[in-house]
């Protein structure tokens, strides 16, 4: 194994700029997908800010069909409830790609409930997009930070997941916020209500999905300290498991201790070789202040 490892190597294509279009306005939390099946499919979201819609940021997916050579830009389009939320603006984009070749964006709305997570559908790769599906609260409070994963073939297929920071309502008033799992089986046509991780009385922090090729689902997340809250001094960061499509977790499982970073990401092996379902996490290292 270690003698072909050596001779791996990291080919470097030609830049090509996505937002070309509009690059006179700034793009901001860019997250880039590749489709399960392989690399021909792209598919990348932002919050891009212009003056026609007076710097109010939308979500804007760039995709690609041929290995990012070339880009399609859509601005995803608004949802039918509109009218009813004075600020049309929308954050925290993040994509994934099914293997049938179906696009998901998810973002995060914030109204006078506070956050509300929304999730648009391309049928077709991100040619054309649907108008985006409000998830349900369930029995908690207000969303942050989405994540959204589709299931790949034999993994538990056409399951749509996603995973996000949710206060309980209980919760709030004394701090602490848990994190929360939504599930879809219809491709993201409706979802059911959240599945609400809240393991202790501290503030937790998701951090994104893998899917293993028995179908079970892996979620990351880390304590932090709120606003006025007591510090704490040694964060740390957990997983969970969830072996039955995302209806419960079992225990967390440490990961480390002394956390120091932003949100992390874990990655997952997909290969038939015999590093098959092995999970690697990764972050942003800060200093402990």
């Given at each position: 194994?270690?003698?072909?490892?050596?001779?791996l190597?990291?080919v470097?294509?030609?830049?090509?700029?996505?937002?070309?279009?509009?690059?006179?306005?700034?793009?901001?939390?860019?997250?880039?997908?590749?489709?399960?099946s392989?690399?021909?499919?792209?598919?990348?979201?932002?919050?891009?800010?212009?003056p026609?819609?007076?710097?109010?940021?939308?979500?804007?997916?760039?995709t690609?069909?041929?290995?990012?050579?070339?880009?399609?830009?859509?601005?995803?389009?608004?949802?039918?409830?509109?009218?009813?939320?004075?600020?049309?603006?929308?954050?925290d984009?993040?994509?994934?790609?099914?293997?049938?070749?179906a696009?998901?964006?998810?973002?995060?709305?914030?109204?006078?409930r506070?956050?509300?997570?929304?999730?648009?559908?391309?049928?077709?790769?991100?040619?054309?997009?649907?108008?985006?599906?409000?998830?349900?609260?369930?029995?908690?409070?207000?969303?942050?930070?989405?994540?959204?994963?589709?299931v790949?073939?034999?993994?538990?297929?056409?399951?749509?997941?996603?995973?996000?920071?949710?206060?309980?309502l209980?919760?709030?008033?004394?701090?602490?916020?848990?994190?929360?799992?939504?599930?879809?089986?219809?491709?993201?046509?409706?979802?059911?209500?959240p599945?609400?991780?809240?393991?202790?009385?501290?503030q937790?922090?998701?951090?994104?999905?893998?899917?293993?090729?028995?179908?079970?689902?892996?979620?990351?997340w880390?304590?932090?300290?709120?606003?006025?809250?007591?510090?704490?001094?040694?964060?740390?960061?957990?997983?969970s498991?969830?072996?039955?499509?995302?209806?419960?977790?079992l225990?967390?499982?440490?990961?480390?201790?002394?956390?120091?970073?932003?949100?992390?990401?874990?990655?997952?092996?997909?290969?038939?070789g015999?590093?098959?379902?092995?999970?690697?996490?990764?972050?942003?290292?800060?200093?402990?202040?």
């Open positions: 194994s270690a003698q072909r490892a050596r001779g190597a990291v470097v294509d030609s830049t090509v700029h996505v937002s070309a279009a509009r690059g006179d306005v700034p793009h901001i939390e860019v997250h880039l997908s590749a489709g399960a392989g690399p021909a499919l792209l598919l990348g979201a932002a919050m891009v800010f212009t026609e819609a007076q710097y109010v940021p939308r979500l804007t997916a760039f690609s069909q041929d290995g990012g050579r070339t880009w399609t830009t859509s601005v995803l389009p608004l949802p039918d409830d509109t009218a009813t939320y004075p600020w049309p603006g929308f954050l984009p993040w994509t994934t790609v099914g293997t049938d070749g696009a998901y964006v998810a973002g995060l709305r914030i109204t006078a506070g956050g509300e997570i929304y999730v648009w559908r391309s049928r077709d790769g991100g040619r054309r997009w649907e108008p985006p599906v409000r998830l349900p609260r369930g029995d908690g409070g207000t969303f942050d930070h989405p994540v959204i994963l589709a790949p073939a034999g993994r538990g297929g056409g399951t749509v997941y996603v995973f996000a920071n949710q206060a309980g209980g919760a709030v008033r004394r701090g602490a916020s848990g994190n929360s799992l939504s599930r879809s089986t219809d491709g993201a046509a409706t979802f059911a209500p599945v609400m991780v809240l393991p202790n009385n501290l937790n922090q998701n951090g994104n999905l893998v899917a293993f090729s028995d179908g079970s689902v892996m979620a990351a880390f304590e932090l300290s709120g606003a006025g809250e007591p510090r704490v001094r040694h964060p740390r960061l957990w997983t498991l969830s072996t039955d499509g995302g209806r419960s977790f225990p967390p499982r440490l990961v480390v201790e002394g956390y120091t970073g932003s949100w992390p990401l874990l990655g997952i092996d997909r290969s038939e015999a590093r098959k379902d092995r999970v690697y996490a990764a972050w942003t290292g800060l200093a402990d202040s």
